[in-house]
């Protein structure tokens, strides 16, 4: 009988449909989705994010209208109306972390409102008074929330029903993007009944167990339900009989039949739906990986996002894609510029001369207004050129000591971005014409950086042609591509204790009204490079000549066993750049004597000569009678810090030199509660090798001949003595050289409510010394330093020098090709 009256609404929508005079290409459940022509000229807010011709709801067309008994409709679009309500079901046990996080991301972008729904008795979480939270009367959070959903719909009808077109019901474990359902909504029109979202029927073992009709289906409800005002009044009334006849304990299911059964509308048979309202089946783990997939870009919709603190990362990394997206289009606007003044024939640096306040509001257009162009630069000298990297599979650099190796994490993430867009231009127009080209590898290319203009990618590109529309077919082809990821304005903000400083705007920049200046404020941070400089410079001067503020107490930390004369380089080092200058220091040093060290008194003379000298600073020696250990060594030393204020603690090696810069740069890079800083030092190679006389010219000399940035050391570093309580502290445990820096910095790296700063530093050098690995350190701590020892040696290219010029060469090169040859076996 149900199979019948289907039927007959079908018929019934079908010459109704016809009558209308609309086309409507009509289909079955699994032979494919089904669409028709949008007649609206609202479908072009749809098309700018989803190039189709299509509506995107044509099957429900056919039934749109609805059947016997139904409603009248409620007409056109009220203006006065707000175009969407959002109701999220949550628990109590939930209230604190997921529904506060999608009220503080995307909750807080909807064009319209947000409410959350939980069980009776609930309340706002503390900290949070302005939740919207309603908690429904005989409600509880038993699972499946089949009373909680109906009673949700019932009360958004109303309470709301006359001031929003279009409602949803959402999880709390969502996450929307508003910009793009907004857009979506807009371009249909809300007073027809639509019930929209992916489309379901159960799976495998659930086929035929959920009284569904062969042309029945159901929105699945985790991606999220859309449904218009029409559809949320037909259905509103009838939500009791709804709750009174459940076939399942299905939530999604049977509201998919309440609606099917009042409001005469089945959910949208769209394959899009799937790509739209996009669900992961990696249950707990999804999203918490890279987010850079082509599913992330075009979803309006991602579930499940079951850790909350996901929800933040998401909604940061989607605020990082509109950035993306405006400064595409403040790029383009540049061109624009460039190309209407060309057209005037006055060059654009003419015009902007004559304006300097519009230079100061639109930025550099005669740099960022130029064409694409792999011809931007144009060397004048050989040594200008800007020599290309070959790609085929690995990386082919004639600049590099490593001429074929792995492509770099960083430049394998920008491919990655230059083939997404690359593919989303190629299938804009995809539907139209029929056809999905999709990417397979890249055959080979070229690469190269230039430093004022951006990156440069040549690239022969395989893909796979699928025509679905008249002859079907699938074949590879080639595409190549000539790209350019073109930089944009310089963007400067200045940071202070980790805060950013709002400069008083300047009210005196130019002439026009009020309305003009708020115009163009938002092209302001479009500025180019040359602006961006410009206000650099004008910031640092006005720095300069502010009361100067106390600096921050640095205590040097400092562990040290025997090597005296080390320690002596150390002291006067110290003493010139510190003391001399009376610069805000303390120096902790934490001394292992050792009965074989007879240095140990000559160490205590020469600190009190220090001190003599320097009575205003703390300069102390704490003696430990034990084995050495570098983490019971800073251990001791954090613990002699006491002050709860001047608590900045420097971890340091004896063999380190610096300047008065390292100082500036550790004040500034570490800030309480927030940043640690753990800097890249700069490590020599034996002097005996690079040099001709075997002594260093100077310590500052930075080249790759002269030593290694170490990028995998840690063991000097910036903190605060609560930040490193906060983290657990050192690892005492361990005992002799290595290991307890990684530990500590894996411990920073943990800590969520902490970020590390990690960068080079010219000026912090690590001079070069023997290094005598321990027969008494573990195995792993052996291999570390036996590592480190091979590392300082020299450059890959003075050893090469070194083998090619020795008279047992042929050994060596026999050495290293049956080496060669065991490895790649």
Request: glycine fraction near 8%; proline fraction near 3%.
């Given at each position: 009988m149900a199979a019948r009256r289907s039927k007959l609404s079908w018929a019934c929508g079908l010459i109704l449909g016809l009558a209308a005079g609309l086309v409507i290409l009509g289909g079955r459940p699994g032979s494919g989705p089904t669409v028709s022509r949008c007649q609206g000229a609202d479908e072009q807010a749809f098309d700018s994010m989803y190039p189709v011709e299509e509506d995107p709801f044509a099957v429900i067309g056919l039934d749109a209208e609805g059947g016997e008994g139904d409603p009248p409709s409620r007409g056109p679009t009220d203006p006065r109306r707000s175009l969407l309500f959002v109701g999220v079901m949550t628990a109590k046990k939930y209230l604190a972390t997921r529904a506060v996080a999608v009220h503080e991301t995307w909750g807080k972008e909807l064009p319209g409102k947000i409410a959350f729904f939980s069980s009776e008795g609930s309340r706002r979480p503390p900290g949070h008074p302005r939740l919207p939270l309603v908690a429904l009367r005989g409600v509880d959070d038993s699972y499946p929330p089949q009373k909680k959903s109906f009673l949700m719909l019932q009360y958004m009808w109303e309470n709301y029903g006359d001031r929003f077109e279009w409602f949803v019901r959402a999880d709390d474990d969502v996450y929307m993007r508003p910009d793009r359902l907004a857009a979506l909504l807009r371009s249909v029109d809300s007073s027809r009944a639509y019930f929209v979202g992916q489309a379901g029927r159960g799976n495998q073992e659930e086929f035929g167990s959920l009284s569904l009709e062969y042309d029945e289906n159901f929105c699945m409800g985790g991606p999220g339900v859309v449904l218009s005002r029409e559809t949320l009044a037909r259905v509103a009334p009838h939500v009791r009989a709804c709750l009174g006849n459940l076939y399942t304990t299905h939530e999604d299911v049977e509201l998919g039949r309440c609606v099917r059964r009042f409001a005469r509308v089945s959910c949208t048979w769209s394959y899009e739906m799937q790509t739209i309202l996009y669900h992961n089946s990696s249950g707990k783990d999804a999203f918490t990986g890279s987010l850079k997939m082509k599913e992330v870009h075009r979803a309006i919709t991602l579930h499940p996002i079951k850790r909350h603190n996901h929800l933040y990362r998401i909604h940061n990394y989607m605020k990082g894609l509109k950035i993306h997206d405006a400064q595409q289009r403040i790029l383009q606007l540049h061109r624009d510029l460039a190309a209407m003044t060309a057209l005037l024939g006055r060059p654009i640096n003419q015009v902007i001369s004559e304006r300097p306040f519009h230079s100061k509001l639109i930025g550099d257009s005669s740099m960022l207004g130029l064409k694409p162009s792999l011809h931007k630069f144009q060397p004048r000298v050989e040594q200008d050129v800007i020599e290309w990297d070959f790609i085929y599979r690995s990386l082919y650099s004639s600049s590099n000591l490593n001429p074929r190796r792995r492509m770099e994490s960083a430049l394998r993430e920008g491919l990655d971005d230059v083939i997404r867009e690359v593919m989303d231009m190629i299938n804009q127009y995809s539907r139209q014409r029929g056809r999905v080209i999709d990417f397979k590898e890249i055959l080979y290319g070229y690469h190269r950086m230039n430093p004022v203009f951006g990156a440069d990618y040549i690239l022969d590109l395989l893909?796979?042609?699928?025509?679905?529309?008249?002859?079907?077919?699938?074949?590879?082809?080639?595409?190549?591509?000539?790209?350019?990821?073109?930089?944009?304005?310089?963007?400067?903000?200045?940071?202070?204790?980790?805060?950013?400083?709002?400069?008083?705007?300047?009210?005196?920049?130019?002439?026009?009204?009020?309305?003009?200046?708020?115009?163009?404020?938002?092209?302001?941070?479009?500025?180019?490079?040359?602006?961006?400089?410009?206000?650099?410079?004008?910031?640092?001067?006005?720095?300069?000549?502010?009361?100067?503020?106390?600096?921050?107490?640095?205590?040097?930390?400092?562990?040290?066993?025997?090597?005296?004369?080390?320690?002596?380089?150390?002291?006067?080092?110290?003493?010139?750049?510190?003391?001399?200058?009376?610069?805000?220091?303390?120096?902790?040093?934490?001394?292992?004597?050792?009965?074989?060290?007879?240095?140990?008194?000559?160490?205590?003379?020469?600190?009190?000569?220090?001190?003599?000298?320097?009575?205003?600073?703390?300069?102390?020696?704490?003696?430990?009678?034990?084995?050495?250990?570098?983490?019971?060594?800073?251990?001791?030393?954090?613990?002699?810090?006491?002050?709860?204020?001047?608590?900045?603690?420097?971890?340091?090696?004896?063999?380190?030199?610096?300047?008065?810069?390292?100082?500036?740069?550790?004040?500034?890079?570490?800030?309480?509660?927030?940043?640690?800083?753990?800097?890249?030092?700069?490590?020599?190679?034996?002097?005996?090798?690079?040099?001709?006389?075997?002594?260093?010219?100077?310590?500052?000399?930075?080249?790759?001949?002269?030593?290694?940035?170490?990028?995998?050391?840690?063991?000097?570093?910036?903190?605060?003595?609560?930040?490193?309580?906060?983290?657990?502290?050192?690892?005492?445990?361990?005992?002799?050289?290595?290991?307890?820096?990684?530990?500590?910095?894996?411990?920073?790296?943990?800590?969520?409510?902490?970020?590390?700063?990690?960068?080079?530093?010219?000026?912090?050098?690590?001079?070069?010394?023997?290094?005598?690995?321990?027969?008494?350190?573990?195995?792993?701590?052996?291999?570390?330093?036996?590592?480190?020892?091979?590392?300082?040696?020299a450059s890959a290219r003075q050893l090469g020098s070194l083998i090619l010029d020795s008279p047992s060469k042929d050994t060596w090169l026999s050495f290293a090709r049956a080496r060669n040859a065991i490895t790649t076996s």
């Open positions: 893909l796979v042609y699928k025509k679905y529309r008249g002859r079907k077919m699938t074949v590879p082809v080639r595409r190549h591509a000539y790209l350019q990821q073109q930089f944009t304005g310089l963007e400067i903000r200045e940071m202070k204790n980790g805060a950013e400083v709002v400069q008083p705007h300047d009210e005196t920049v130019g002439e026009g009204t009020e309305d003009d200046n708020e115009g163009v404020q938002g092209q302001e941070e479009a500025g180019g490079l040359r602006e961006g400089l410009l206000r650099l410079t004008e910031g640092l001067m006005m720095s300069a000549t502010n009361e100067k503020q106390p600096e921050k107490l640095i205590n040097f930390i400092l562990p040290l066993a025997g090597r005296f004369s080390t320690f002596q380089r150390f002291v006067k080092n110290f003493e010139e750049v510190c003391l001399e200058t009376r610069e805000r220091v303390s120096l902790i040093v934490v001394l292992f004597p050792s009965e074989d060290d007879s240095s140990v008194e000559e160490t205590f003379t020469l600190v009190k000569a220090l001190q003599s000298r320097h009575a205003w600073a703390r300069i102390e020696v704490i003696p430990v009678f034990d084995g050495f250990a570098r983490a019971n060594a800073l251990h001791l030393g954090a613990q002699h810090v006491s002050s709860p204020v001047d608590d900045l603690l420097l971890f340091i090696d004896v063999d380190m030199v610096f300047d008065a810069s390292v100082l500036r740069r550790v004040r500034l890079n570490t800030v309480r509660g927030k940043l640690a800083y753990f800097p890249i030092v700069f490590s020599e190679f034996d002097p005996g090798v690079v040099y001709a006389n075997g002594t260093a010219i100077s310590h500052f000399l930075i080249d790759e001949v002269t030593g290694y940035w170490r990028q995998y050391g840690f063991g000097i570093a910036s903190v605060y003595k609560s930040d490193l309580i906060q983290v657990g502290g050192l690892n005492v445990s361990i005992r002799g050289w290595g290991k307890e820096d990684v530990d500590l910095f894996d411990r920073f790296v943990a800590d969520a409510r902490l970020h590390v700063m990690r960068a080079p530093d010219a000026r912090l050098v690590h001079v070069w010394h023997t290094v005598e690995c321990s027969s008494h350190l573990s195995e792993q701590q052996t291999r570390m330093c036996c590592a480190t020892r091979a590392d300082t040696y």
